[in-house]
């Protein structure tokens, strides 16, 4: 599978943070303490490859929630 560097360069990023985060309000991912310099558009592109998961959206909220590498991808499949 052929990532941009972008995409690349996301997935670095949350894996460095431990591989899980979640989005804010305005829809910026935060991991490990920090907020990532990368585009929702890339996140929901690695979504779409099957890379990374969202999960446990927030009720009150349409469309936060969490962000974390595939189990695929954790285990280094």
């Known amino acids: 599978m ?3 560097a972008a995409q690349n360069d ?9 591989g899980d985060g979640c989005f804010d309000n305005n829809g910026i991912v935060l991991a490990g303490g920090e907020t ?9 592109a690695l979504r779409d490859l099957g890379l990374i998961e969202f999960y446990n959206p927030r009720p009150d ?3 936060r929630g969490r962000i974390r ?3 695929s991808q954790a285990a280094g499949v």
Request: proline share 4%; aromatic share 8%; net charge positive.
């Open 10 to 18: 996301a997935l670095k990023w949350l894996r460095e943070r431990g």
């Open 36 to 44: 990532a310099p990368i585009m929702r558009a890339t996140w929901n």
């Open 61 to 63: 909220r349409k469309g």
């Open 69 to 71: 590498i595939a189990q």
């Open 2 to 4: 052929n990532l941009s």
